[in-house]
């Protein structure tokens, strides 16, 4: 093992103080690596905290195209006192260790089991800094240095981001690069490099791009049409509305220099989709952003857009609940609170993406079928998928696509109508009415919006009768949704086993990967990747196809699979979960011991 | 596009500049109890719109929930309307606003609706100066649960339940001026003549202009203990002046006592032309407002009329820089930057 060289397959892990500027310098590292065609994984394990307190950043380095997380740390880079002794610890047996030298290390820090890789950061940072603040920023760009010595990273490419990460700002280029010199003429001069582990450049990102997904959702956002943002911060949502906002300032002006968008920071969740559903019934696009606790926040408003029939779009990025939970953790366990939010009977559409790209996807989508269906559409993102950097297929738009506005009348629509407008009145059949925009017409279309209960044209209406008939209506229309929502994934071509393995969302790069594994141990499982609520019928055929069904997901209680209990009634026995909460991104580790684990128990 | 009103009508009542007839801002029939203050309001709201010739597509109502959030199906049956949830109006008028700027926005909203589960939203929308009308009707109690106290329920009144309300109670003028609003009305459900044009006025104000209008509880809280009573309201009414409302093209053709009268000119060059009773109120001075609010309530009393204007008012549009076009009048091609500037922001990530 010691004297093996790994090339392009390994996970550096980098740990920091939050609050003292590692965060761009880690991640220029990790886009260099991108830059030299290695595909790359970072992730961002922050703390819910703006200056002091331990952060880490990881990134998996994987010429094969692995994109989950894997657990054990090759390289770890550690320069926060406070997390030492765990950072340590969880550095795999024959990895290294890069600490500051500038004071010796503590022999209770000293594993025999591991390198250690010692560089003088402050003290070189001090001998060639006077002002504390820039000792401190460039201490990161000469661990990064030494660190892509150390793994033979093209240091002109380093260079190349730097300076373009810096391009608004030319005067720091110069430090900044000083900085990386100190790191890596130390190592040159003390240490013997590259190591076993190491980089190369290869060809393997084509055309990808290393975005993260709240801004592929913010851009859907602009590109979908929507003129109306209402939102309330809340992390790991908030950089949701921050895209929408800055590529608005772009590409949003009118040629008097005004804006083509409102952009409102509400008082809280619930004035922010109050905000978006009268913006949409008033004839606008408009959507919010928020995450399981804003979700809890507007119950109320979304059985007012399901039941009054109100197109919204809300983009929930899932963090670690319950409660407050872990708001800088990622899980994907808001699945039952958002399909079935709010009080009586409900049901929302739910759209899973699981990389940017579909991020960008989805969230146009959803503006279509909120439009079309004059429901809520929720797309279901996480801290994983939303706040890190994933290589993705790059952004797509096809210039010959229309938006679907869905079922809106017009003045001149209304003036030949020859009977009367029924606002919930289902004439097509497929039990979506008619809606018109207030404004439109002097003397026809207008109506009155209630969450009480009404009738086809809109009337309040204590009948029990009545009542039926609208709300029936509204699970007729779920039967449409199903028709309409993306269809799922499947990754063979014809079923070759009785094993299914069902994932959605995050889960997917684990899971992907994990199939690669079984693959190589000739254990054969068909996979399909669902990507949304109401399941579409494919989702029933392929369980019907299979004799047992694995169901991965990131909650404790398997919310997923409940809700493919409840909904296609099916035996529960015959659905066999595999979880993940600890608040991480699950491994495909996790997926593939979960499953021989589980199998091993039921057969 | 132009409509055509249908030319034939009773004969006795004449179609205003638009051609529509007092009939059609008119709503269903209220179900409120007999004597209900808001059916008052609701007669001087179509009263308001059918004198300033107001188009009734041209204006969205908005409610929350309560009594006073039922009215707005008796009123401006040819308007959309949205009855909300409890104490949300104003969410949902704000982004009804911002889809587009060019529709005025009715909110209806009670005491309960507004002092108690609404107040997050309510000072919100003041605190953006959302271009809106909100019409608080206020009476002190919850009528549609049975009579509970509001918020707004002065101390040591006793409605028919026969408790003292031992809580103090919110003025939500006062807290309105205090939060800089740029239009503050108070008025009675009983006091039409002040009330139509003070809606009127309102109408026309380019920011969010609020009345708090006293509408007594005919079932629940118009007993003689009652500070929210017909009788009570009339006998300690104090008005800071009677005002007109004036619109841009319509000359003043009355002769209003030198000294005695201001003007404030709006931004559309309409003019409220006020009457004054108390000789130094100037309803463009926030400072005057405050005080004679407070000594009015020393004293007992209940003060009515055009309390604040600000005729610099500027809207939330305004402060935000939006475009003059509605935003709901955009389409695909205004909208969507295509796949070549999509492609160009492809490639600032890689």
């Known amino acids: 093992m010691e004297n093996e060289i790994i090339v392009n397959d390994l996970v550096v892990r980098f740990a920091n103080v939050n609050g003292t500027g590692s965060a761009s310098a880690n991640e220029m590292f990790a886009k260099s690596i991108f830059r030299m065609g290695i595909p790359v994984t970072p992730k961002n394990i922050f703390p819910s905290n703006i200056q002091g307190l331990p952060t880490w950043y990881e990134v998996r380095i994987s010429e094969k195209g692995h994109l989950g997380r894997r657990a054990g740390i090759d390289i770890l880079v550690g320069v926060n006192p406070q997390s030492l002794k765990r950072d340590i610890e969880s550095v795999t047996p024959g990895g290294y260790f890069v600490y500051d030298s500038s004071k010796k290390l503590h022999e209770e820090f000293i594993r025999t089991d591991i390198n250690y890789i010692g560089i003088p950061m402050i003290k070189l940072a001090m001998e060639h800094y006077p002002v504390p603040r820039l000792q401190q920023l460039l201490k990161n760009m000469i661990y990064v240095g030494a660190v892509a010595t150390l793994i033979d990273m093209e240091i002109e490419v380093l260079k190349e981001v730097i300076a373009e990460q810096f391009a608004a700002k030319p005067k720091i280029i110069p430090s900044n690069y000083q900085a990386l010199e100190l790191g890596i003429n130390y190592v040159k001069e003390h240490f013997e490099y590259p190591l076993n582990i190491r980089i190369k450049r290869c060809d393997n990102v084509g055309d990808a791009i290393l975005i993260d997904g709240n801004t592929a959702c913010g851009l859907g956002a602009i590109y979908a049409g929507a003129t109306v943002m209402a939102w309330y911060p809340i992390t790991p949502s908030t950089s949701v509305a921050k895209a929408f906002e800055t590529y608005c300032k772009k590409l ?77 953790r990622t899980q994907q366990a808001d699945l039952i609170s958002s399909a079935y939010a709010s009080h009586g009977d409900t049901k929302h559409v739910l759209l899973f993406p699981s990389s940017p790209a579909e991020c960008f996807e989805f969230t146009i989508k959803a503006f279509d079928l909120a439009d079309r269906l004059q429901t809520l559409i929720m797309l279901i993102s996480d801290l994983d998928l939303g706040m890190n950097n994933h290589m993705s297929p790059p952004l797509a738009w096809d210039d010959d696509k229309k938006y679907d506005l869905g079922k809106v009348l017009s003045a001149e629509d209304l003036e030949e109508m020859k009977e009367d407008f029924g606002r919930y009145l289902d004439v097509d059949g497929d039990a979506i009415p008619y809606r018109t925009i207030p404004g439109t017409h002097p003397t026809k279309g207008s109506f009155f919006t209630r969450g009480t209960s009404h009738d086809e044209y809109a009337k309040y209406s204590e009948s029990g009768e009545v009542y039926l008939r609208n709300v029936d209506r509204l699970a007729q229309k779920w039967e449409t949704a199903k028709t309409l929502v993306p269809e799922p994934e499947f990754y063979q071509k014809e079923n070759r086993s009785n094993v299914g393995l069902l994932f959605f969302g995050t889960t997917t790069y684990a899971a992907v990967e994990a199939m690669e594994r079984f693959e190589e141990e000739d254990f054969m499982i068909d996979s399909i990747r669902v990507r949304a609520f109401p399941f579409h019928q494919q989702v029933e055929k392929f369980i019907e196809e299979h004799e047992q069904i694995i169901v991965v997901e990131q909650n404790r209680d398997a919310q997923f699979r409940t809700l493919l209990i409840n909904e296609l009634d099916i035996n529960p026995s015959r659905l066999i979960s595999v979880v993940n909460y600890d608040g991480m991104p699950i491994t495909a580790k996790a997926i593939q011991s979960g499953i021989k684990e589980k199998l091993a128990v039921s057969t | 596009m132009s409509y055509i009103k249908p030319a034939f009508h009773h004969p006795s009542l004449k179609p205003n500049k638009v051609g529509y007839l007092k009939k059609d801002y008119r709503g269903v029939i209220s179900t409120l109890c007999a004597g209900c203050g808001h059916d008052s309001i609701s007669g001087a709201i179509v009263q308001a719109c059918y004198e300033i010739s107001l188009e009734p597509h041209k204006l969205a109502k908005l409610s929350g929930i309560g009594c006073s959030s039922k009215t707005p199906t008796y009123f401006l049956s040819n308007s959309h309307g949205f009855n909300s949830v409890h104490g949300r109006m104003p969410s949902i008028t704000t982004g009804a606003n911002m889809a587009n700027k060019d529709l005025i926005y009715l909110g209806v909203s009670g005491d309960g609706d507004t002092a ?120 300690h009414i104090e008005a800071t002046s009677t005002l007109d409302y004036v619109p841009f093209e319509e000359e003043i053709t009355v002769d209003y006592p030198e000294g005695e009268s201001a003007e404030v000119e709006l931004f559309d060059g309409s003019k409220i032309h006020l009457s004054k009773l108390a000789p130094d109120f100037n309803p463009t001075d926030r400072f005057t407002a405050v005080n004679r609010l407070h000594e009015a309530k020393s004293k007992g009393q209940i003060l009515t009329g055009l309390l604040y204007i600000n005729p610099e008012s500027k809207d939330l549009h305004n402060l935000m820089g939006t475009s003059d076009k509605p935003l709901n009048q955009f389409k695909q091609k205004d909208l969507c930057p295509g796949s070549t500037k999509l492609e160009e922001i492809n490639r600032a990530f890689r």
Request: neutral net charge; hydrophobic residues 40%.
């Open chain 1, 252 to 328: 949003r002006i009118d040629e008097d220099g005004k804006k083509k968008y409102a952009f409102v920071q509400a008082e809280d969740e619930l004035a922010a989709i109050g905000m978006v559903i009268g913006a949409t019934w008033n004839g606008a696009r408009a959507f919010t952003a928020t995450s399981g606790p804003g979700v809890s926040l507007m119950n109320e408003f979304i059985g007012l857009s399901y039941f009054a029939e109100i197109p919204v779009v809300l983009i929930n990025v899932q963090r670690g609940g319950p409660s407050t939970g872990m708001p800088t």
């Open chain 2, 116 to 235: 108690s589960i609404g107040m997050g939203q309510f000072v919100h929308a003041i605190r953006r100066n959302l271009n809106m009308v909100y019409i608080v009707m206020n009476n002190g109690c919850y009528g549609l649960t049975k009579g509970q106290d509001s918020a707004t329920a002065d101390f040591g009144s006793i409605s028919k339940e026969g408790n003292a309300n031992p809580y103090q109670a919110i003025d939500l003028a006062g807290l309105a001026l205090e939060l800089n609003a740029t239009f503050v009305g108070r008025s009675f459900s009983g006091d039409k003549n002040q009330l139509v044009p003070m809606i009127k006025a309102a109408m026309s104000h380019p920011g969010f202009a609020f009345l708090d209008v006293i509408s007594p509880c005919v079932t629940f809280n118009n007993t003689k203990t009652s500070t929210k009573s017909y009788s009570h309201v009339r006998d």
